[in-house]
């Protein structure tokens, strides 16, 4: 039996009112794909009908992450086979099911004790409320690989922490810990492993946050906004060293933006900025949702897809 086959891709345990929908793939850090979505989707209907519950909690099997993105070999064999639709109709399921999963009337809540990656990260996001431990951690490393954000994380991280530490976030990849998550109003809860489920429970009892709330973000990150201001973003996509910040830190990031995809900067810089503009998440959904074909069609989204795990660094064409 083929894996998007096995009924055990995701689990659903519901204890005193709490449904737990585990992603239960754990060699492959639990990544996304077809059958894992599918899943998702159904034992998260099951939960949102059952009358008995009044909270999802979704986490990840395993030690090691929640979610470490999606399937890469899925978009590689599509774009090989010319069948880049089949991934835009992939990814706008994953969209709808985590709107659903924001807008549930129950608590959603994710939780983060292990890394998150990409389409993980994204998924985190959607929740209504996040739990983590000191091992969790969320990072957006697509325009490494060719490609954008694309279920949502880069519009839901600009309605938290503004546009400009977004796209400095999605620009770079830079990983963003747990306690920096905190720190910024992304994480709900932040405990140690020994009160993660003591913290999961009362946060299930608790009305959800609004997580979409206005915030002062701490003076440490502004360094990081600053390097992202609409005339540095000019400056790092022409390949210049931004101004206005330190020295050092204005190389350092240059250099890391240099190795990303060029077309999937570009793309993603244009997608935070018209998203900021739209009337709201769901606008800003479709905006989103609109471009994804556009990337996939690229040369540099099959070179960038295609390096993964490999020695060397993807040599992008720009087109």
């Not at 490393?141 to 977004?166: C, Y």
């Not at 709330?213 to 000019?234: G, L, T, Y």
Request: proline share 4%; net charge negative.
């Amino acid at each position: 039996m083929s894996e998007s086959q096995n009924s055990d891709l995701v689990l659903l345990d519901s204890q005193d009112g709490i449904a737990y929908l585990t992603i239960n793939r754990p060699k492959a850090l639990n990544a996304l794909n077809e059958g894992v979505v599918s899943q998702l989707e159904e034992k998260f209907n099951a939960a949102e009908a059952d009358a008995g519950i009044r909270a999802i909690v979704i986490r990840g099997a395993g030690d090691k992450a929640f979610v470490a993105g999606a399937d890469i070999k899925y978009f590689i064999e599509n774009i090989k086979t010319n069948r880049v639709q089949d991934t835009v109709a992939f990814t706008t399921r994953g969209h709808e099911l985590f709107r659903r999963i924001e807008t549930c009337r129950k608590i959603t809540v994710a939780v983060l004790d292990g890394l998150s990656l990409g389409g993980g990260s994204e998924l985190a996001l959607s929740c209504q409320a996040i739990v983590a431990t000191p091992a969790g951690s969320m990072g957006f490393p697509e325009t490494a690989i060719g490609i954008f954000p694309g279920l949502g994380g880069m519009l839901r991280s600009a309605h938290q922490i503004g546009s400009r530490l977004a796209k400095y976030y999605v620009f770079t990849g830079r990983n963003l810990s747990a306690q920096d998550a905190y720190d910024l109003g992304i994480i709900t809860r932040l405990v140690e492993p020994a009160d993660l489920d003591k913290a999961i429970r009362e946060v299930c009892a608790a009305p959800a946050p609004n997580k979409y709330r206005k915030r002062e973000i701490p003076s440490r990150f502004q360094e990081m906004a600053d390097v992202c201001s609409p005339d540095n973003v000019k400056l790092l996509l022409a390949g210049e060293k931004p101004t206005g910040v330190a020295d050092e830190f204005a190389e350092k990031t240059l250099k890391t933006v240099a190795k990303k995809a060029p077309v999937a900067l570009k793309v993603a810089n244009e997608l935070i900025d018209a998203q900021e503009k739209a009337g709201g998440i769901d606008e800003g959904m479709a905006i989103e949702i609109a471009r994804l074909g556009e990337i996939f069609h690229t040369e540099d989204a099959l070179i960038g897809l295609s390096s993964v795990g490999g020695k060397e660094a993807p040599k992008y064409q720009g087109k």
